[in-house]
C-alpha cells in the first residue's frame, strides 16, 4: 500500500542534509508490512534560516512534494494538515525531520491498521517501547501526558509522539480545521478520532530523542497545556452540554 511521507520542518538547515540522506534512497521502495514509500511532503513551517532554500532544490526529486511557508503558518498542527492535502498516497505516515522513531518503524503501525484499527499512533510509554532520551524530557513527557489524560479522557500513554499513520482521507478530515494548530495539535486529531468513533491503536516503538530537538519542554508545555483546555471546553464539555439539553 501507498504512503506519503509528511514532515513539517522549521529552521531544520542543520538536520535537513540528513534526513534527505536517510530517506531519498527510500522512495519507490518497500519500507515492510506491504507498505510503499511512494511520496515525500515536506512542508516549510516559516523557517527563517537556509531552510526554503535547501528544501527548492529537494522539489525537482521525483516523488519530493514541497510546500513553501504560507503567510499565515500558524505551527506544526497547521503544516501536517497543508501536507496532508498535498498527500497522493492512500496511507499518510506523519515523521519529523530527525527521524527519531525510524521508518522501519511504520511496519508496527502498519499492522495495528491491519488488525483493524484506523489510526495507529507509535509510543514512547507502553510496555515494549525502546526510547533513548534524557530522563527529565521522559519526565516532563509523562507529567504532560498524566495533564492530558486526566482533563481529555483519552487513554492514550503517549500523545505527542510524533509518529502516527493513517488512511489519507482520515488525515484530512480529522485536520480539517484545527482549533490548536500548534504543537498540541496531537491531542486535538486523537480528541476528534475519538468523536468520530475511529479505533485508535498506541503501538510501542523504538524511539532516539534527537539532541537538537526545537521543543523546548518549559516554554512550549504552558503553551500547550493552555491549548489541550482549550480542546476539552470545545471538543468534550460544550458537546456534553448540547447533548444534555
Given at each position: 500500500m501507498g504512503v506519503s511521507l509528511v514532515v513539517p520542518v522549521r529552521n531544520e538547515e542543520?538536520?535537513?542534509?540528513?534526513?534527505?540522506?536517510?530517506?531519498?534512497?527510500?522512495?519507490?521502495?518497500?519500507?515492510?508490512?506491504?507498505?510503499?514509500?511512494?511520496?515525500?511532503?515536506?512542508?516549510?513551517?516559516?523557517?527563517?534560516?537556509?531552510?526554503?532554500?535547501?528544501?527548492?532544490?529537494?522539489?525537482?526529486?521525483?516523488?519530493?512534494?514541497?510546500?513553501?511557508?504560507?503567510?499565515?503558518?500558524?505551527g506544526k498542527g497547521d503544516a501536517v494538515?497543508?501536507?496532508?492535502?498535498?498527500?497522493?498516497?492512500?496511507?499518510?505516515?506523519?515523521?519529523?525531520?530527525?527521524?527519531?522513531?525510524?521508518?522501519?518503524?511504520a511496519t508496527k503501525l502498519a499492522e495495528a491498521l491491519n488488525d483493524g484499527a484506523i489510526i495507529a499512533v507509535g509510543s514512547r510509554d507502553l510496555a515494549g517501547s525502546n526510547v533513548a532520551a534524557p530522563r527529565s524530557r521522559k519526565a516532563v513527557g509523562r507529567a504532560f501526558n498524566s495533564f492530558v489524560r486526566a482533563t481529555t479522557a483519552l487513554a492514550m500513554r503517549d500523545t505527542q509522539c510524533g509518529f502516527k499513520l493513517m488512511p489519507t482521507d482520515v488525515a484530512r478530515t480529522l485536520l480539517a480545521a484545527l482549533l490548536v494548530p500548534g504543537l498540541a495539535y496531537d491531542v486535538e486529531l486523537l480528541m476528534r478520532a475519538r468523536a468520530s468513533g475511529y479505533r485508535v491503536a498506541e503501538v510501542p516503538i523504538n524511539y532516539r530523542h534527537g539532541e537538537q530537538s526545537q521543543v523546548r519542554p518549559i516554554v512550549h508545555g504552558a503553551v500547550m497545556g493552555r491549548d489541550v483546555l482549550r480542546l476539552v471546553y470545545h471538543l468534550r464539555l460544550v458537546p456534553a452540554l448540547k447533548r444534555s439539553n
Open positions: 542543520s538536520r535537513l542534509k540528513a534526513f534527505v540522506d536517510a530517506v531519498g534512497p527510500l522512495v519507490g521502495q518497500s519500507l515492510g508490512a506491504g507498505l510503499v514509500l511512494r511520496q515525500v511532503v515536506v512542508i516549510d513551517d516559516g523557517s527563517t534560516d537556509s531552510t526554503p532554500a535547501a528544501l527548492q532544490v529537494l522539489a525537482s526529486r521525483p516523488g519530493w512534494t514541497i510546500l513553501a511557508a504560507s503567510s499565515n503558518s500558524r494538515a497543508r501536507g496532508a492535502q498535498s498527500a497522493s498516497a492512500h496511507l499518510v505516515l506523519v515523521s519529523d525531520v530527525d527521524l527519531a522513531a525510524p521508518l522501519s518503524e
